[in-house]
């Protein structure tokens, strides 16, 4: 296990070292002569993320926490920076091609500087959470529930860079838009070092009348369950265990991101009662055709984040194909996968948007 976090950490490495130099190469050579301070600048930048990432795995003091945001706000920086210096080259072989007056050191600072731009505005969009309001029909629907709502969250990413201030601020407009059930569909936390309980505490300023459900997500899990889902339960939000629960006549159904590959065995222990409806919450849209099978009504999930900033919008939409954000439906089954409602790594949005999902049923 250690050989191979150590091999997937030295490939983490050499690849951040090739965009550094390729940005840094393209940089000097548009913008027209090197610069030694600036290449020691991107080598100290290069080793900036995988540093800041072994450190922010086992500590979370201040100076920690500032160290892994400064690391991640400039991997997203260098995302665009990257994207700017290959559309460099390929301006500049159109230019060559149809012989147009432009100077490489014009090219470079129009495209670099418009890296810059979609960095500031991704941070912005990223802190402006949005409340998307949606409808579903579901069958059967019990008549106590027609017009109530679900509030759906996902991916809050609690840690060094999301922490208690933004979970105060989503409760706080949890409680403006009273929902009459909230769902949370993993990576409330982020899987560094962090106090997970204090982080966890702004859910017991929460009351809905039929309570708030939680499922781990893959970063839930990073360092092991058991003190993230305790931290949770004590702040009063109900854990659902691979197991299902009655709300007043609708059937919730729970599957953490570890267990899901049993997900036939899961749901056949539930015993779902197929002339009601049933809601699966479970991290990853994935597996739908099994929860289909088994009669669910309802899937809710996260992970994707919509791809978060473009191009990897672009690259996400490919992976996950129509249920990479949005209301679809498989058969007999919906399935809602929200692009989350924090961030992972840079806190930028570009191409998505935070939000917290308000599902009216009907």
Not at 258 to 271: E, G, K, V
Not at 348 to 358: A, K, Q, S, Y
């Amino acid at each position: 296990m250690r050989r191979r976090i150590t091999v997937f950490i030295v490939v983490i490495q050499a690849f951040l070292f090739l965009v550094h130099w390729f940005v840094y190469a393209t940089w000097a050579r548009f913008w027209g002569s090197g610069n030694l301070k600036l290449q020691v600048m991107m080598a100290l930048l290069s080793i900036s993320f995988v540093s800041a990432s072994m450190l922010a795995f086992r500590y979370s003091q201040a100076v920690v926490r500032l160290l892994y945001t400064i690391s991640v706000v400039w991997l997203g920086l260098l995302s665009f920076f990257l994207l700017a210096a290959g559309l460099c080259w390929a301006v500049y072989g159109t230019v060559l091609l149809l012989r147009l007056p432009v100077q490489p050191r014009t090219m470079a600072a129009v495209l670099f500087g418009l890296a810059i731009v979609a960095s500031l505005y991704g941070m912005v969009n990223a802190a402006c959470t949005r409340v998307k309001r949606i409808t579903v029909k579901l069958p059967n629907l019990p008549e106590s529930w027609r017009g109530r709502t679900a509030a759906l969250l996902s991916d809050t990413h609690l840690g060094h860079v999301r922490n208690y201030s933004f979970l105060r601020r989503i409760i706080s407009t949890l409680t403006r838009l009273q929902p009459d059930v909230v769902f949370i569909s993993g990576d409330l936390y982020d899987g560094l070092a962090a106090d997970v309980n204090r982080l966890a505490e702004p859910w017991a300023e929460l009351s809905v009348p039929f309570g708030a459900y939680f499922v781990a997500g893959n970063h839930d899990g990073f360092s092991g369950h058991e003190k993230h889902l305790e931290a949770v339960e004590q702040s009063g939000v109900r854990v659902l265990n691979n197991e299902k629960v009655d709300v007043d006549g609708l059937q919730i159904v729970g599957m953490h991101y570890h267990d899901s590959r049993r997900a036939r065995s899961i749901l056949q222990d539930a015993a779902l009662d197929r002339d009601r409806p049933s809601i699966l919450l479970t991290h990853v849209p994935s597996g739908m055709a099994i929860a289909e099978e088994a009669g669910i009504s309802l899937q809710l999930s996260g992970h994707t984040h919509g791809g978060q900033l473009f191009p990897y919008t672009w690259i996400c939409s490919r992976v996950w194909g129509e249920f990479n954000y949005g209301l679809q439906r498989l058969d007999n089954m919906q399935v809602y996968t929200s692009c989350g409602t924090g961030t992972w790594g840079p806190p930028m949005r570009v191409g998505t948007n935070p939000e917290i999902v308000l599902i009216q049923f009907e």
